[in-house]
């Protein structure tokens, strides 16, 4: 089990932020010390590394939260689970293919300018 602070530091994420994702229903069924406080399991820190996954790949978090909810509905919901990574993978990809266009773009620009540059220098 580990404490919110040993959470915090495994991940990188706020005390704020792991509030947050359990109020908003992201990470569910956190277990509590006989004091009241958060104790987290190895599988609430693997779920978080799927959310965070997600989340910093552009899925919603009403998407994410909706992916929890079918989780923990059972095998009954896997083809609805699987649907909605694909379509989350689809749209990642083609984000990528983007990102890759305007990548190729700018490195264009960077070669030609860098012409223009030596070009310049050796003027001077």
């Not at 956190?30 to 899925?59: A, H, P």
């Not at 992916?67 to 923990?72: G, T």
Request: hydrophobic share 35%.
């Amino acid at each position: 089990m580990y404490s919110i602070q040993e959470v915090c530091s495994k991940t990188g994420l706020s005390a704020h932020t792991l509030r947050y994702y359990e109020k908003e229903g992201l990470l569910t069924n956190v277990s509590r010390s006989s004091g009241g406080f958060r104790q987290y399991s190895d599988e609430d820190l693997e779920w978080l590394g799927l959310i965070c996954c997600l989340k910093n790949t552009g899925m919603p978090l009403q998407e994410i939260a909706r992916f929890v909810q079918l989780a923990h509905q059972g095998n009954s919901t896997l083809r609805e689970r699987v649907g909605l990574l694909k379509d989350h993978r689809e749209k990642l990809i083609s984000r990528m293919e983007e990102m890759q266009r305007y990548l190729d773009k700018i490195t264009w620009k960077v070669d030609f300018f860098s012409a223009k540059l030596r070009e310049y220098e050796q003027t001077l």
